[in-house]
């Protein structure tokens, strides 16, 4: 059996190494990470060139299977999986981890909702932390941006008053709270990524009586099966297995 795991997060890492060697697994990562953690398995790196070259790639390759472990932003990808598995009647899974309960938060849609909710609001120094592609939204945005990523963004898509911070995490809620101490933050600006790696900023922000403004997720693509952890990924993938063939 033959699986395409969209991966890049840890629970597609945790996939991959609970599945192998009994599934042949071929990971395949965007490539926008430099030096990304590696599953165990064969893995690819880059895109499949939209909604075309990932139809013809399944078929090249054979694939039985296609599980969708990305991370819970990659809209786009996800979208492009669904639609090809439905064409091709391929099985399909979307292991997407839980999302984290808002609270208090202010759940907005988008960056560009999330940029005028810190501008309406007056917030002076904000924690971004929506990635190298967020900080765009923000440009016009009349405060102070401590500005953490994994890649920089582009120098062009900076407020003009900001610190990039290049980290990956897991991180400490100790380091956190220090962290917005240190900064004076009075605002964080956060994707509801879900997950324990990045959870503790949550924490810290809360404990300070910080402000957060929350990215709500894309939805899913209508009709796909979802799953919320790795052990029913690997149950759904063992079904499969034992499902009867049709001559």
Request: charged content about 20%.
């Amino acid at each position: 059996m033959r699986i395409l795991l969209l991966g890049g997060t840890s629970e597609a890492r945790a996939l991959a190494a609970r599945l192998h060697p009994d599934v042949e697994v071929i990971s395949s990562l965007a490539g926008r990470v430099p030096d990304p953690a590696l599953p165990v398995g064969e893995v690819r790196i880059g895109g499949f060139g939209g909604v075309e070259g990932l139809r013809q790639w399944l078929r090249g390759e054979q694939v039985d299977a296609v599980v969708d472990a990305t991370h819970p932003y990659a809209a786009t990808m996800t979208a492009h999986a669904a639609a090809v598995c439905a064409e091709l009647r391929l099985p399909h899974l979307v292991l997407a981890r839980p999302a984290w309960p808002a609270g208090d938060a202010i759940v907005v849609g988008d960056d560009r909702e999330a940029a005028k909710v810190v501008a309406a609001e007056g917030f002076q120094r904000v924690f971004l932390t929506t990635g190298r592609s967020g900080a765009a939204a923000f440009r016009n945005v009349d405060a102070w941006f401590l500005i953490r990523a994994v890649t920089p963004p582009d120098v062009g898509d900076l407020p003009s008053r900001h610190q990039v911070l290049l980290s990956r995490g897991p991180y400490r809620y100790d380091d956190e709270l220090a962290l917005l101490r240190e900064h004076r933050i009075d605002a964080l600006v956060t994707k509801n990524s879900g997950g324990s790696m990045t959870r503790p900023k949550l924490d810290a922000a809360a404990a300070l009586g910080i402000a957060v403004v929350m990215v709500d997720r894309p939805p899913l693509p209508a009709g796909v099966t979802s799953v919320a952890t790795v052990d029913e990924a690997v149950e759904w993938v063992t079904a499969i297995r034992k499902a009867p063939t049709s001559d």
